[in-house]
């Protein structure tokens, strides 16, 4: 079975940094989407980066302080998370679907990943 596994979530400052970790097993890495989601309270589920073995995503409220990588080896995605900001507070969820060839900008779509982490939270003291 596939499964996905976050870590890396706690309180930060804003302006701090955190990595969010997501351990991926039952699926190769190289054949599916992996993406990072978030969502606030009171808010949808928003995409925040995707990574496919030839491209990235990121949301425009994030590119030049998030970065996402891969480690094939590890089996494991990361979000370096740089800069955070109140308005990134969230439970951050990791998703895989499989890498059918379509524009990395469709990885937006929450409701084409069929398998889900637990989340884990990112919290930023105010």
């Known amino acids: 079975q596939v499964q996905l596994v976050e870590s890396g979530g706690g309180l930060v400052q804003p302006g701090g940094s955190l990595r969010l970790s997501c351990a991926v097993s039952g699926i190769k890495l190289d054949f599916n989407i992996i993406a990072w989601f978030r969502q606030a309270p009171g808010k949808e589920r928003e995409a925040v980066s995707c990574?496919?073995?030839?491209?990235?995503y990121y949301t425009d409220s994030v590119k030049g302080r998030f970065t996402i990588s891969r480690d094939n080896a590890k089996k494991t995605v990361y979000l370096q998370m740089n800069g955070l900001k109140p308005e990134d507070a969230g439970i951050y969820y990791c998703?895989?679907?499989?890498?059918?060839?379509?524009?990395?900008?469709?990885?937006?779509?929450?409701?084409?990943?069929?398998?889900w982490g637990q989340g884990t939270q990112v919290a930023l003291s105010s």
């Open positions: 990574s496919s073995s030839s491209g990235e």
């Open positions: 998703a895989a679907q499989p890498n059918l060839l379509r524009p990395i900008g469709e990885c937006v779509q929450a409701n084409k990943y069929p398998t």
